[in-house]
């Protein structure tokens, strides 16, 4: 059974810092794409960064570009984001995500592409 567990959210004042983490297990994790997603209230759940197997392509959603940083260790069946001068807009339930098939690169930046997804980690930044 598949499962994905983020970990790390929690409150913290505009231009702080935040890591998420993503543990996987249940999958050969090293030949899956992964992604964040975030959702806000009231709003549609979005893609926040995306990473191919082995890193080969990174994606980025064009708010967090230059501020958010996403990476994977596949030893540790793990992924991360960095998220720096974080704003008041990246308040949000942040949720970590799996998928097969990810090329071409365009399907990291989508939701259908994802074939598992966590419990999602809450992300509060203050004002």
């Known amino acids: 059974q598949v499962q994905l567990v983020e970990s790390g959210g929690g409150l913290v004042q505009t231009g702080g810092s935040l890591r998420l983490s993503c543990a996987a297990s249940g999958l050969t994790f090293s030949t899956y794409g992964m992604g964040w997603f975030r959702q806000a209230p009231g709003k549609e759940r979005e893609f926040v960064a995306g990473v191919s197997p082995s890193a080969v392509f990174i994606r980025y959603a064009d708010s967090v570009k230059g501020r958010f940083t996403i990476s994977r260790d596949d030893a540790k069946n793990t992924i991360w984001l960095q998220m720096d001068s974080l704003k008041p807009d990246d308040t949000a339930v942040y949720y970590c995500?799996?998928?097969?098939?990810?090329?071409?690169?365009?399907?990291?930046?989508?939701?259908?592409?994802?074939?598992?997804w966590g419990q999602g980690t809450q992300v509060t930044v203050s004002s």
């Open positions: 995500a799996a998928a097969r098939t990810v090329f071409p690169s365009s399907r990291l930046t989508l939701r259908s592409t994802y074939d598992y």
